[in-house]
Nanobody, 116 residues
Framework: QVQLVESGGGLVQPGGSLRLSCAAS????????MGWYRQAPGKQRELVAR???????NYADSVKGRFTISRDNGKNWLYLQMNSLKAEDTAVYYC??????????WGQGTQVTVSS
């Protein structure tokens, strides 16, 4: 059983930066793909970025060039560096992991609010 705990959310002004972190515990050695999703009020949860165990990444078009996903497999951490934040980036951000058996795990979420 994998547990995911996010941190790093908060309030930031437009144009600012935040770094989200996600700590994986339980059985992290079985994790294949990790990712960040977000859900804004009244909207469906959407993929922000994901990264495979070997480091291959893909991003939603809306965040390309502004967000960077990375992971530390040795320490079982996932990160999301968010730059040039916009009001439309406001959402609850969730850490996601999929293991070798295609079991999906979610963190509890962390709020990101972009506002002046």
């Amino acid at each position: 059983q994998v547990q995911l705990v996010e941190s790093g959310g908060g309030l930031v002004q437009p144009g600012g930066s935040l770094r989200l972190s996600c700590a994986a515990s339980g059985a992290p050695v079985t994790i294949d793909v990790m990712g960040w999703y977000r859900q804004a009020p009244g909207k469906q949860r959407e993929l922000v970025a994901r990264i495979t165990h070997s480091g291959t990444t893909n991003y939603a078009d809306s965040v390309k060039g502004r967000f960077t996903i990375s992971r530390d497999n040795g320490k079982n951490w996932l990160y999301l560096q968010m730059n040039s934040l916009k009001a439309e980036d406001t959402a609850v951000y969730y850490c996601n992991a999929v293991n070798w058996f295609n079991t999906v795990y979610w963190g509890q979420g962390t709020q990101v609010t972009v506002s002046s």
